[in-house]
């Protein structure tokens, strides 16, 4: 039996949960477990079940390696789980190709596309770090960026001055609809 497992890391990623669904039914999954979790959590409930679930010969099937695990040893612990159970994994989408870990080659694949991916993670996580550090020296303000609401205080006292919508938007460099907003809040 297949048994299929698909995961997204947020709630607003309902479209790459559907298509995981959909590419696990499309290759004869007979069960299928979904969550929403980090990758990170060390508790992904969905998986233990799909994990109970195997039993000799079966086959769990993820679509991509990272759904399963965020670092080559990590998915390499996930092999060796499902293997002791004498079931195999089997990855959907490298690259156009399927990889089942019942075949040796296949699991040499996996392990080097994995660290591959592992690495390029973290370079871009480096790239980041780097990134946050240099607009921290250049004094640049980091995070989202800030909403008219926090400015509902001035925009009051300009509003209780005379000044028009209009004007007020004109002067923070905002839109109207903003301003409007703000002067509604409690």
């Known amino acids: 039996m297949r048994i299929g497992y698909g995961r997204v890391s947020t709630a607003d990623q309902d479209a790459g949960l559907e298509a995981q669904e959909r590419d696990l039914k499309a290759v004869g999954c007979e069960r299928i477990f979904l969550e929403k979790i980090s990758g990170t959590k060390a508790d992904r409930p969905q998986l233990t079940a799909a994990l ?6 079966d086959a769990l099937v993820v679509t991509k390696p990272d759904r399963l695990a965020r670092s080559t040893a990590d998915l390499l612990a996930f092999v060796e789980r499902v ?8 990855v959907l989408s490298m690259n156009g190709q399927t990889l089942d870990t019942m075949s040796p080659t296949a699991t040499l694949m996996l ?24 607009a921290k020296a250049e004094g640049r303000r980091l995070g989202r960026p800030a909403t008219i609401l926090g400015q509902t205080a001035a925009i009051r006292q300009m ?10 938007a004109k002067e923070l460099g905002v839109a109207r609809s903003g301003v409007y907003r703000a002067l509604e809040t409690k």
Request: hydrophobic share 45%; proline share 0%; net charge positive.
């Open 52 to 57: 109970d679930t195997l039993r000799d010969g």
């Open 111 to 134: 392990t080097l596309l994995a660290a591959v991916a592992q690495f390029e993670r973290e370079l871009m996580l480096e790239r980041q770090r780097e990134g946050i550090a240099k």
């Open 83 to 90: 293997k002791a159970k004498g079931c195999g994994l089997i």
């Open 159 to 168: 509003r209780q001055d005379g000044m028009s919508a209009a004007a007020i």
